[in-house]
């Protein structure tokens, strides 16, 4: 049987990190990422970003309602035009 080599554990990290420095120092990685993170334009991107998703999730919620509302009224209106009793199956005589 052919031997299985296995990879130290600190290998795959090292390849991993040496793909995410492109080259740079840990240093000067870390300065870019701080400074991107302190930038005006992230902080600002992030509000937007956080009012963006409240108001597609007041949109939602307001789609939701609508939906409710009509259903509602559609049964109230089915209801209305049987006295109250379920409708009829098509194809069935009482």
Do not use: F, N
Request: net charge positive; charged share 35%.
């Amino acid at each position: 049987m052919a031997e299985r080599v296995v990879a130290e554990p600190d290998e795959g990290r090292r390849a991993l990190a040496a793909g995410y420095l492109h080259g740079r120092t840990l240093e000067e990685a870390l300065a870019a990422w701080r400074s991107d993170y302190d930038a005006p334009t992230y902080r600002e991107r992030r509000t937007r970003l956080a009012r963006l998703g409240t108001m597609i999730r007041r949109l939602a919620a307001e789609a939701e309602a609508r939906a409710d509302a009509v259903a509602d009224v559609s049964s109230q209106r089915q209801r209305a035009r049987t006295g109250g009793r379920p409708a009829e199956l098509p194809g069935r005589q009482s």
